[in-house]
T-cell receptor
Framework: GQQVMQIPQYQHVQEGEDFTTYCNSSTTLSNIQWYKQRPGGHPVFLIQ?????EVKKQKRLTFQFGEAKKNSSLHITATQTTDVGTYFCWGGGSNYKLTFGKGTLLTVNP | KAGVTQTPRYLIKTRGQQVTLSCSPI?????VSWYQQTPGQGLQFLFEYFSETQRNKGNFPGRFSGRQFSNSRSEMNVSTLELGDSALYLCASSSVAGQGDNEQFFGPGTRLTVL
């Protein structure tokens, strides 16, 4: 079945450092979505990527979708303490047995 | 517009019991999906309902079931509870069917503890 792997599982950074999390799928994805879950909260939608090679930016966040539509990345420039949380990718596949990656927990040291 | 609501927020049960969780989607949303979140396994898809029909189902045993009502509210039921069922159960609604194609709006979840 479709597998979505996310790395790293944990990332601790100093405030101001950059952060990147990667999402890799064993199959081609129809689209990929990124969500953020703050500690004690619920996942909140960040963005959806649909096109091969697509790049989208939201302030300090940059999202990329691979050319083969099997991988994606989320990059945060100059992290802030408000960026703390778990970032999940969600891979849409043709069979709809969709999976979230296990997420990357980001902690930021002020 | 009110967000997704889930009741109850916290629940404690013992092994062997059954439990029913409720989810009210955002007004106008007809798709409701359920997820189980545990520290070890992350977010796992349980099932999706659209217009009272189950459209997709994850890899969970038959003890996990759900339904959706004509007003789009959904319930999930877990019978014969096991210790491993302790988790945060999240419900998400979407404006159209086919979760994974559209933004999902998550509720706050129900924290189930099985003793």
């Amino acid at each position: 079945g479709q597998q979505v792997m996310q790395i790293p599982q944990y990332q601790h950074v100093q405030e101001g450092e950059d952060f990147t999390t990667y999402c890799n799928s064993s199959t081609t994805l129809s689209n990929i979505q990124w969500y953020k879950q703050r500690p004690g909260g619920h996942p909140v939608f960040l963005i959806q990527l649909v096109k091969s090679g697509e790049v989208k930016k939201q302030k300090r966040l940059t999202f990329q979708f691979g050319e083969a539509k099997k991988n994606s990345s989320l990059h945060i420039t100059a992290t802030q303490t408000t960026d703390v949380g778990t970032y999940f990718c969600w891979g849409g596949g043709s069979n709809y047995k969709l999976t979230f990656g296990k997420g990357t927990l980001l902690t930021v040291n002020p | 517009k009110a967000g997704v609501t889930q009741t109850p927020r916290y629940l404690i049960k013992t092994r062997g019991q059954q439990v029913t969780l409720s989810c009210s989607p955002i007004s106008g949303h007809r798709s409701v999906s359920w997820y189980q979140q545990t520290p070890g396994q992350g977010l796992q898809f349980l099932f999706e309902y659209f217009s009272e029909t189950q459209r997709n189902k994850g890899n969970f045993p038959g003890r996990f079931s759900g339904r959706q009502f004509s007003n789009s509210r959904s319930e999930m039921n877990v019978s014969t509870l096991e210790l491993g069922d302790s988790a945060l159960y999240l419900c998400a609604s979407s404006s159209v069917a086919g979760q994974g194609d559209n933004e999902q709006f998550f509720g706050p979840g129900t924290r189930l503890t099985v003793l």
